[in-house]
């Protein structure tokens, strides 16, 4: 018999192989509200966290990520439930064709919780981290043709510069980018590090480098591009009254989301202008929560990396 909640044993995280804390656990939970039997796609399956606790709640859940280690990580956590668990090496961006091939269609319940985990953080050498030895890679799939010391080492300066301040919302961009080509090659992330706080020099708790090492993530993983091309598949894969809930860290992101949520929401795209409706769209969800869902002070206490975290749910409307 696969354990619920209750029977799983109280290990410490790191046991289990991860150190990521999941975000809005609770609030997660109580709006996908998984059902015994329901189907579940986890499309950021990270430590694991929120897999499990949809497991645990009764559901089947398939669990994607891009990263292998993390998908082996997983794995392994996930064992205790036996056939109600699959997780797969898959970049969210294919979850229509993911899920068709493993016949796990229509679905109750997407989560997708975006960016890194504290996993990929602190417990790997692939240049997440600011002050780490190690190469400057930061691909979530390592198959995956750039790395981040590509685009480095061979973007000209003002593309830098602008995937800076566009991702990282750095004002400081054009200091960084020219710093960045002056001091090529860089070779690794406490370099690059360094190299940034030469340039801009240091103002508060926050590393100047925080923006532009998220800055060159989001775009060495196409970040944007795969939400963009999962939000449309995950709202087809549900069933009526499923429920898609996206949790992001960044305002791009979070834009995105609730503007593609509104847009489905919505009968007819017309202008106002327009007298009667040329465009013929039809809502297909409808917004569960209208403002987003952010952590408690509590949670921000327990895990300051959720800070930034908000959530958006939408469900699925009949026809
Ligand atoms: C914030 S973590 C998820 C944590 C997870 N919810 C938990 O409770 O442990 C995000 C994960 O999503 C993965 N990821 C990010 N973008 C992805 C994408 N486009 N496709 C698949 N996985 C992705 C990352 O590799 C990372 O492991």
Not at 24 to 29: A, R
Not at 201 to 212: D, N, S, V
Not at 232 to 240: E, G, K, N, S, T
């Amino acid at each position: 018999m696969s354990p619920t909640s209750l029977d799983l044993p109280n290990l410490p995280t790191s046991v289990a192989g991860t150190v990521h804390r999941p975000v809005l656990e609770q609030e997660v939970l109580t709006l996908l509200a998984p059902r015994p039997g329901g189907r579940y796609i986890d499309g950021t399956a990270g430590g694991g966290g929120h897999s499990e606790a949809l497991l645990a709640a009764g559901g089947q859940v398939l669990s994607l990520d891009a990263d292998p280690n993390a998908v082996q990580r997983v794995r392994q956590r996930l064992l205790p439930f036996g056939d109600r668990s699959r997780v797969l090496q898959s970049n969210f961006r294919h979850m229509a064709t993911v899920a068709q091939q493993a016949g796990f269609i229509p679905v109750d319940g997407i989560l997708l919780d975006l960016g890194l985990s504290s996993d990929q953080l602190e417990l790997e050498g692939r240049g997440f981290a600011l002050m780490a030895d190690g190469p400057l890679d930061m691909r979530f799939d390592p198959s995956q043709p750039l790395s981040a010391a590509d685009l480095v080492n061979t973007l000209p300066e003002g593309e830098l510069a602008d995937l800076i301040y566009t991702y990282g919302e750095e004002h400081l961009s054009r200091r960084i980018a020219r710093a960045i080509v002056q001091a090529r090659p860089v070779e690794g992330a406490a370099h690059l590090a360094r190299v940034i706080e030469r340039a801009v020099g240091r103002r508060g708790r926050i590393h100047p480098a925080t923006k532009t090492f998220q800055a060159l993530r989001i775009a060495v993983n196409d970040e944007l591009g795969a939400l963009q091309d999962v939000l449309p598949q995950a709202a087809a894969l549900l069933r009526p009254g499923g429920r898609l809930a996206v949790i992001s860290f960044h305002s791009l992101e979070d834009r995105m989301v609730k503007q593609f949520m509104q847009r489905e929401a919505q009968d007819c795209l017309c202008p106002p202008e327009m007298l009667i409706c040329q465009c013929g769209h039809v809502a297909t969800l409808r917004l569960v929560s209208r403002k987003p869902v952010v952590p408690s002070a509590e949670e921000i206490a327990r895990n300051p990396r959720s800070r930034s975290a908000k959530l958006r749910v939408a469900e699925r409307l009949a026809g």
